[in-house]
Nanobody
């Protein structure tokens, strides 16, 4: 059974940090490209960050508003994806979900920010940033 389980969310103040984790089971983690997406109430799901699978270079992508504040990384031995979030802002408040796909790297490099391109999803972890 394939499972992606997020954790690490919570309620914090502006400027605080959180580290989200996405524990993966039931698939060959190192073979999958991984992404983080978020969805705020009343808004569409949006891309946050993505990282390529092992052996396909070291491509990492971020949405502009999180560049310099968020860091995506993966530990293939632990089959876990992470999102380190620093300098959090109220506009970062959302349900954060991780996703996985194992399409060819050339195709993924042009679709990494499209949630429709991902095949496996977690349930999400809530991040709330407020004074």
């Amino acid at each position: 059974q394939v499972q992606l389980v997020e954790s690490g969310g919570g309620s914090v103040q502006p400027g605080d940090s959180l580290r989200l984790s996405c524990a993966v089971s039931g698939l060959s983690f190192s073979s999958y490209h991984m992404g983080w997406f978020r969805q705020a109430p009343g808004k569409e799901r949006e891309f946050v960050a993505a990282i390529t699978r092992s052996g396909s270079g070291s491509a990492i992508y971020y949405r502009d508003s999180v560049k310099g504040r968020f860091t995506i990384f993966r530990d293939n031995a632990k089959k876990t994806l992470y999102l380190q979030m620093n300098s959090l802002r109220p506009e970062d408040t959302a349900l954060y979900s991780c996703a996985a796909v194992n399409t060819p790297s050339g195709y993924w490099s042009s679709t990494y920010d499209n949630d429709q391109a991902y095949r496996v999803w977690g349930q999400g972890t809530q991040v709330t940033v407020s004074p």
